[in-house]
């Protein structure tokens, strides 16, 4: 999502990522009532890959205890993570990782 | 997971009400977001905030994905109504019960996948669900609700190969 990054953008990003390289940004897919539990975990096989067992692990951290974090990483790809998420009717929303 | 073809039986009656439902949908993809967030609580579910607690990170992210994504959306529409007979279902209620195959590559698979859980969405945030335990058997939407969501069950079991 290239778009995304204009010139601004690009120097927070640069400064967050050298001054604290430790923290990455996270994917998070939180519960709602509507999408199938089975749709859940299909969505995070087909789009990274999981593994029957890691997806299904995610899908239920998802449904009880509300949220749970499926990806780690630069915050421009958490962006085509979530964009992807929200293609598949999945809510899903980014953040730093905490301390 | 291999990509598999799916072939789904559907009544004559069953397809025609989903055909009518999609093309529901596309109307309301058509009717162009004029705020961000959408003022229609249905559209901006599908675009939600992508940041929880930055509503100016949200709006920029949903300013530069939310029409691209509404875009596929419509797509996806397209493809399972190409494969629904485009014409009423039959008057006669032994004809309208036969049942049809619809033959899904892989690819399509996926379009039907996402759009039978945006119609889902979509009936949801109109019958203002907000458990799963939410239901009005006088409300006869909560009917469609359940067979979306049985008919998107069977074509998940048969694309991962469950059965």
């Given amino acids: 999502m290239s778009v995304l990054a204009t010139p601004d953008i690009r120097e927070d990003e640069d400064l967050r990522q050298t001054v604290d390289p430790d923290r990455p940004w996270q994917t998070v897919v939180w519960n709602d009532p509507v999408n199938l539990m089975s749709y859940v975990v299909r969505v995070l096989r087909t789009y990274f890959g999981y593994s029957r067992e890691k997806a299904t692990r995610l899908m239920l951290a998802v449904h009880n205890e509300g949220h749970a974090v499926v990806a780690e990483g630069p915050r421009e790809q958490m962006e085509l993570h979530a964009q992807a998420m929200h293609d598949y009717g999945l809510w899903a929303t980014i953040r730093k990782a905490g301390l | ?163």
């Fill in chain 2, 1 to 163: 997971m291999r990509p598999r073809t799916v072939v789904m039986e559907i009544t004559l009656l069953e397809a025609a009400h989903l055909a009518d439902l999609v093309r529901q949908f596309r109307d309301l993809l058509g009717e162009t977001p004029t705020s961000t967030p959408p003022a229609d609580p249905a559209l901006a579910r599908l675009v939600p905030d992508a940041y929880a607690d930055d509503a100016e990170a949200s709006r920029q992210f949903r300013d530069l994905t939310a029409a691209d994504l509404l875009a596929r959306r419509d797509e996806d529409a397209q493809t399972v109504l190409a494969d629904l007979p485009s014409v009423a279902p039959p008057d006669d209620e032994n004809r309208s019960l036969q049942t049809m195959s619809i033959v899904l590559s892989p690819e399509r698979v996926e379009a039907w996948l996402r759009t039978l859980a945006a119609l889902r969405l979509v009936l949801a945030s109109r019958l203002d669900i907000h458990s799963e335990d939410d239901h009005d058997d006088d409300d006869p939407r909560f009917g469609i609700y359940e067979w979306l969501g049985y008919r998107l069950e069977g074509l998940i079991q048969a694309a991962d190969g469950a059965r």
